[in-house]
């Protein structure tokens, strides 16, 4: 199946894309935030809580005074270890316990601090490649299923009930388990901390959490012989530290989009573009996918007068993920199956949207997102809608699908819901494995015309933008009928300029790599 | 009057019902078995466990046909929607012209920490829900929506600030009761600030019934696919009806 | 869509199917059965039964000695007609209660009797055409919506519960109704008579239950703005008298198979085959659409072997019914979606099969069985393979598409399962309503290879029938599997080779009716 | 020891289920409590009626997630399987003719007025049922398939007629409870004939199971999904068991 496309004018789009990224990608190098330091530390090897139930990495950087932040969180704590002779988890629980302050620690010169840091970056590192590696074992002994990875969402709140429900998910054929996060996580400017057993629509995101579900998929993995992948969610104020926990705990995936937390959280612009930056450097590094947030752009609005903005925003979220050293297979871009079933031809203009995002992006691990604000009560039409969605998905050779809940309108999904989800897809893949190698798409059809005509409104779109520039765009509500404004939102007073000599041990070695 | 009525398969009264579940047993005809027994305790007759399959260790799914003997007077339910008053947008906007004399204001959000903001933005905004406008277009409203996450006593410190006469609060997320919960929560809160007799309550999201904003303490409630126009024309009468005596008195 | 499909190799099947039926039609020329004589009598107004139940048209038929049989019932019941001067109906009642007998009259001359009978025949054919007409003008004035047109069955047992279930279906969009007849009612040597309330697996189909059938969806029809269609079961031992029930009543479609009786119900093959022609030439005077029976080669037997039988079954009806006189759009040529759904890509060769059919049938109106071999207690699966089958259906333009249910292998469909078929069937045929027009098959690929074999496998099994001959053929059971010999099975009895001077009013002017 | 389950949505003991059943009323609101209450009339727990409307005229559909509060104690449960005995062919055939020492005789049917005879065929015939082979390919099996619509009194004579050792009954169609009655006669006649003693009696068909084949007085039931070699294995130690005394005495 191929559709017949302006080659020239996706070319522009993305010279458009880049336009639009680079004054940004500026603004970026000369700021960092509060959760891009917190990540250093979570890197260094820095954990926990203070007595006050305070994450002992936010507790370090709110102890900084301004001037000593804008330098990076590195320098000073480099000192310290420097004076301490402390390995880095010792300071900071030292740290944490106000046993002792870093501004205690300002006597060490840079070059000592930075020697003291240099071994436990290289630890770092050495430990996310570890994990890389050992994810690329694993799946050459347990090699996933053909395409498209089925992925599916646990979200009962409690981490062991996610867990049961997470092995049986991939028993009935899940390859890729995301946890979904309590709600509202991503406007905490922390991370929670150990496992946790009560959530609100989801279980929290925490770095025991991680591991917890780790080991049972690594377990399960092992015993059904396939690897089964886990995913979670980046995007929102922590989204440096959580690519460092999902580093460290390798989980395979990750939500992170380069505007979601602005547009749908109201997130502060600055903050989300600084975040995901050096967030996606650690993705780019750790071997993680990242998942971008189009189809939420689906969910408020019409999914046939969005289509243009949501190719827009994967040219867009491309440009990011590129510039963040991302390879085109790590780029999860998203797209959801959201226009009116009801519509006559709706399958029509679903294939043309899915197809269009297949030939613009053909090495990205393209995400499908399942039909959901059109389901209903009636679950026997509910699991109709996800069969033309497993359909499409398979027709157009998504890479990552998402499968639709027949109970999609009623409650998250029950142990049952997900087999039976997880068997509409497997079955309609089957049966239609190689439907999209057997057809050829009529030249001037509606399917072609459909995407062309995407295509060049998603033009104008990014024309639009490139011309007033991103974060003015946003502030004109372009995308997804939103208005913010670029000192506004939540998390802005966490964003600040570098200083001159700011330092930032990983920043350097992850550009080093990606460049290598 | 009485007239009661059984689920129908294919002939009256044979009270023929699908059933399907999940039970944490291992596969087995024993598990087949136990389903049976199973329906038959939730007391159903002819059991049919027409599937039961294994869908994970531990776990089989079920699909069963049965019988109940169950049947319910459908002419004593009293469940009469609060969508009665069938008005189009001009004909409310007469009618509060007439009958109030001035224009209504509401507030809406969604309360709690429920962001969904569809549904309530489906009835204010402007443009409304299937082709059927939103209050803020309605001449005779003055529609505020307070969008998402607002906290019960936001709203109730806003209602007595701005001279609220309708309050209209959605919920969409309902796992763990926290729709009642909050919903309770509002209904209470405006009773303790004596403004509860002042304003038109109304609740709304799709598990919504008009029944359960009875038992609530709510005016109305209004549930999958209500259309804003019913939501004005309810939200008229009852303020009307309220004012009159009032009116009268002059 | 198209396949590129071998044309000369289909004009060779159409040279074989017409050698093959060619000395099938010499014989049925020769011979007459006991229920083409009861036709007869049935169109001339004979109806009601015996004191013990007998029908009528069965007891004036036994009745006659055998050398009178041979010259057809109606010279004899002419005669009386002529002698008595009574109407055909009132003659009818005096025999059926023995207050006379047709050996009483045989004065009357051969010419008497052809003119006492032929204003009754006229009659009779007059009110068939009126039908015809009636039908006509309905469907104008209650348009059908877009092709194809769905189809539910009815199966209580009693015909006014079959009634209220008829009437909802056509409420929630079915557009043709079929009751379906009580178990092995086929193997009845009569047709039951008055309305039934007590059938098996079905509801007897007698005149009474037609009318009152037809009564309701003319109701319902007028209601909807939207002509409903009725149909019930021919093939079977009475064959001619369902046909002229069914003219009669306006009936629109019948299920009606030239060789269906013999192999899947042992009936006699030379009684099916006189039978079959004669019903056929009815139901092409009355302007019902005949519905052949392929489906059931598949239901005991794989539907990936049995392709090719199913498209010479398919050669052979088309070739039986053209000899009858039925113009293409009246021959309902049968297939189903039987295929293992577990195979992948088995959505493949289900569009590979439909595609072929609608392609060497371009004006049939072919019919499309669901699901039902491979449907298990699994709902919410079965509700998928139907809802592929919609797909196939409504990809390759498709005539009469039979709703599938989910519960097909629980029960005889509840009324809750035809409303959730029809809104399967509704949903998918909108949401992929022009998908066929969309693609074209890709030139040498799965399903263009899987169509020419079976054409080609098919003209090998044409050949070889055509070199034995249709019945020796059977008997060596090149059909379905089963063998049937030329003088076993039911029914034999019942055939006769027709006397000089054989007469049979209708088929003489329908003959000419087709002709002209 | 007890162990009771209980129907599992996302959490143990939630009791959730899913129901889905029409009702003959016209759609309306009150039609949905309608719905709410019968199901509370059934038993259950935190109904929500997520989704109602009209499928025709006088008629509702409706699709309900709801909790039970009843459950099964699955230690309790004795559903053996009459497949129990897992054997290949070879291993029957060896068995057989080690423990019987001679060709057992079978013979099977559709019985009443049931066609189907896939089903019967599939344990039967040489061809078998999914890859395994059917009892007639069995070296130590002599099978008579009768076919279809077999009256119980041709079985019965059938059975005395040719010294069957074990009889096998067909019933797909189970409409009206004729599958019960078909079987229910079947077993009496060979009761009354003297019989029920020297035969192996098993009945089969999709809704068929071994327990139910028990209360009617069978030796087996075999259900959906059933493969011949099962079967085979149940009749030959079966049969070796009733035998075995007589061998003994020898
Ligand atoms: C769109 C959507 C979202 C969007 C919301 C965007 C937004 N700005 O609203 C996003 C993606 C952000 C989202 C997030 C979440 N969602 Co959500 N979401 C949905 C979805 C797909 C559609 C809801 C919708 O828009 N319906 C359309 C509107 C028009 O319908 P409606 O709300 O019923 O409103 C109508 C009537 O009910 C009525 N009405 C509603 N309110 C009121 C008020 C008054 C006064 C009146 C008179 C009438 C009225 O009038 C409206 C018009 O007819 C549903 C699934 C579904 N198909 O229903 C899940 C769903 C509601 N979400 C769910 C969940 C769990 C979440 C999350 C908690 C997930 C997570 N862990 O992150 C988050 C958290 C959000 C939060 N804090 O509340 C669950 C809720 C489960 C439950 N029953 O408790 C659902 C059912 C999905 C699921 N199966 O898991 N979601
Ligand atoms: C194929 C079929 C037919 C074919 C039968 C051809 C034939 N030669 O068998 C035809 C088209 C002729 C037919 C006709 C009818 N059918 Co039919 N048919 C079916 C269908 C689609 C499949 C049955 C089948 O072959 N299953 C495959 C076999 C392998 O499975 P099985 O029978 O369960 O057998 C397995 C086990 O149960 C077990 N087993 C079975 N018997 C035995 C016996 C023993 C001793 C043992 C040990 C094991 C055993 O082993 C087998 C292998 O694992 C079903 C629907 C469905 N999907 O189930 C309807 C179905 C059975 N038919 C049905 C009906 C109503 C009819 C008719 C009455 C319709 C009519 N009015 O004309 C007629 C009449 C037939 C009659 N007199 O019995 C209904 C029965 C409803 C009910 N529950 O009562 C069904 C469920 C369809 C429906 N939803 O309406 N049918
Ligand atoms: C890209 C992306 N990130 C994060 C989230 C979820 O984050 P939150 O915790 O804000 O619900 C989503 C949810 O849709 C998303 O699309
Ligand atoms: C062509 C044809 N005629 C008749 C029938 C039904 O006839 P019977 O009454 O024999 O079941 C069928 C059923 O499948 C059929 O396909």
């Not at chain 1, 080659?7 to 639009?20: D, H, M, N, T, Y």
Request: charged residues 25%.
């Amino acid at each position: 199946m191929e559709l017949n496309i302006d080659r020239e004018r996706v070319a522009r789009c993305r010279e458009l894309a880049s336009a639009i990224v680079a004054p940004v990608e500026a603004f970026i190098a000369a700021h960092s935030t509060v959760s891009v330091e917190r990540a250093v530390l979570r890197l260094l090897g820095v954990d926990g809580v203070t007595p006050d139930e305070v994450p002992i990495p936010n507790a370090i950087v709110d102890s900084l005074p301004d001037h000593e932040r804008r330098r990076g969180v590195a320098l000073a704590f480099g000192k310290a270890l420097a004076e301490t002779g402390l390995e880095p988890a010792a300071l900071g629980e030292a740290l944490g316990l106000r046993r002792c302050a870093l501004e205690q620690f300002t006597h060490a010169p840079e070059g000592a601090a930075r020697g003291a840091l240099g071994p436990h970056v290289e630890a770092a590192l050495r430990r996310i490649e570890a994990q890389r590696e050992e994810r690329a074992r694993a799946m050459a002994r347990l090699p996933q299923l053909p395409p498209p990875l089925l992925y599916v969402i646990v979200a009962s709140g409690n981490i062991y009930e996610d867990r049961s429900a997470a092995v049986a998910a991939a028993e009935a054929g899940a390859q890729v388990i995301a946890v979904i996060r309590s709600t509202g996580q991503s406007l905490l400017d922390f991370v929670p901390f150990g496992p946790t057993t009560e959530g609100f629509g989801g279980t929290y995101a925490t770095q025991a959490n991680f591991a917890i579900m780790r080991a049972a998929l690594d377990e399960a993995g092992e015993r059904l012989g396939r690897y089964v992948m886990l995913t979670n969610y980046a995007s929102g104020l922590c989204m440096p530290e959580i690519a460092a926990m999902a580093a460290i705990e390798r989980l395979d995936m990750l939500l992170n989009d380069s505007m979601y937390g602005i547009l749908f959280r109201d997130i502060n612009m600055k903050r989300t573009f600084v975040d995901q930056h050096f967030s996606r450097m650690l993705n780019a590094y750790s071997g993680i996918i990242i998942n971008t947030g189009e189809d939420n752009y689906l969910t408020t609005a019409d999914a046939v007068d969005q289509a243009p903005a949501v190719l827009a925003s994967q040219f867009i979220n491309e440009e990011f993920a590129h510039r963040a050293g991302l390879p085109d297979d790590q780029i999860g871009l998203g797209d959801a199956y959201e226009i009116n079933p009801d519509l006559e031809d709706s399958f029509l203009y679903q294939v043309a949207q899915a197809q269009l995002a297949r030939e613009i992006f053909p090495h990205a691990a393209l995400k499908y997102m399942p039909p959901t604000k059109h389901m209903t009560g009636d679950v026997f039409k509910g699991h109709l809608i996800d069969a033309m969605f497993n359909l499409t998905s398979v027709m157009t050779g998504q890479s990552i699908h998402l499968c639709g809940m027949l109970t999609e309108a009623i409650h998250t999904p029950f142990l049952g819901d997900r087999a039976l989800a997880l068997e509409n897809a497997r079955y309609i893949m089957s049966t239609a494995r190689h439907l999209g190698d057997e057809i050829v798409l009529r030249p001037g059809g509606t399917i072609e015309r459909r995407a062309s005509d995407v295509l060049a409104a998603s033009e104008s779109l990014l024309r639009r933008v490139s011309e007033t520039g991103l974060m003015a765009a946003i502030q004109s509500a372009t995308f997804a009928d939103v208005s913010r404004s670029p000192d506004g939102g939540r998390g802005f007073e966490g964003v600040f300029a570098r200083a001159d000599g700011y330092f930032n041990p990983f920043e350097d070695a992850l550009r080093f790599a990606v460049a290598s | 009057m009485s007239k009661i009525v059984r689920p129908y398969g294919d002939t009256q009264d044979d009270g023929k019902i699908q059933l399907s579940f999940t039970l944490p047993v291992e596969w087995s005809e024993a598990a087949d078995e136990a389903a049976r027994q199973l329906a038959g305790k939730m007391g159903f007759n002819d059991v049919q466990v027409v599937d039961g399959r294994p869908i994970a260790t531990g776990f089989s799914f079920f699909v069963v046909y049965a019988s109940t003997r169950e049947g319910v007077d459908v002419e004593g339910i009293a469940a009469p929607s609060a969508g009665g008053h069938a008005m189009s947008m001009e004909e409310v906007d007469a009618y509060v012209a007439e009958h109030v004399g001035r224009k209504i204001r509401v507030a809406g959000a969604c309360i709690g920490t429920d962001a969904h903001t569809v549904g309530i933005d489906a009835i204010l905004n402007m443009k409304g829900y299937k082709g059927d406008y939103g209050l803020e277009r309605y001449r005779m409203f003055e529609a505020f929506n307070l969008g998402s996450q607002v906290a019960p006593e936001e709203l109730v410190r806003y209602t007595k600030e701005h001279g609220i006469d309708a309050l209209l609060a959605s919920q969409v997320v309902t796992q763990k009761g926290s729709d009642i919960k909050n919903f309770t929560r509002l209904s209470e809160l405006l009773e303790a600030e004596g403004l509860r007799d002042r304003v038109v309550l109304i609740c709304g999201g799709p598990r919504v019934t008009n029944r359960l904003a009875g038992e609530l303490g709510y005016d109305a409630g209004f549930g999958r696919g209500t259309l804003p126009s019913a939501v004005a024309a309810f939200i008229a009468v009852t303020l009307a009806e309220r004012l009159r005596p009032r009116v009268g008195a002059r």
